[in-house]
């Protein structure tokens, strides 16, 4: 398989494999009037497996979502065909509108103009709460 390099974008790497697809659908990347490349589960000497994918137009990405779906994940910024600066994601503190609280007596759900709120109460297994009900969120 032979995918090109991209002269000016974002690549997103060391996507743990599988997960492509869920980042590409949060990141609404269909929208992009670009090409968009997916990898999944290339082979990596530090991962064993791995996605990536690659966007061919620079833009700003939702680092929440990112961080949220993979951590653990990198961002490389490519201009005129060279890797110009390589950013790591975290898990955010809070997520707004990433998730949907599952709740049918939260506020959120018959206040639809709130937006849904959580809040990280357990970073080392990755759990997420709504902020206006405690309920957990489902993670990913």
Known sequence: M???SIKNGIVIDHITAGKAMV???????D???CPVAIIQ?????????????KIAV???????ILGYVDPDATINIIRDGKLVEKRNIALPEKLTNVLKC????????TE????????LTDAENKVYRCLYCETMAKNK
């Open 58 to 64: 620079s833009m700003e990405l939702d680092m929440d």
């Open 23 to 29: 980042l590409y659908n949060l990141l609404k990347l």
């Open 41 to 53: 589960r290339a082979t990596s000497t530090k991962m064993g497996q791995k996605d990536i994918i």
């Open 102 to 109: 599952k709740n049918p007596r939260c506020i959120v759900t």
């Open 112 to 119: 639809q103009e709130l937006p849904h709120v959580f809040k």
């Open 2 to 4: 032979n995918i090109d």
């Open 31 to 33: 929208k992009l009037d």
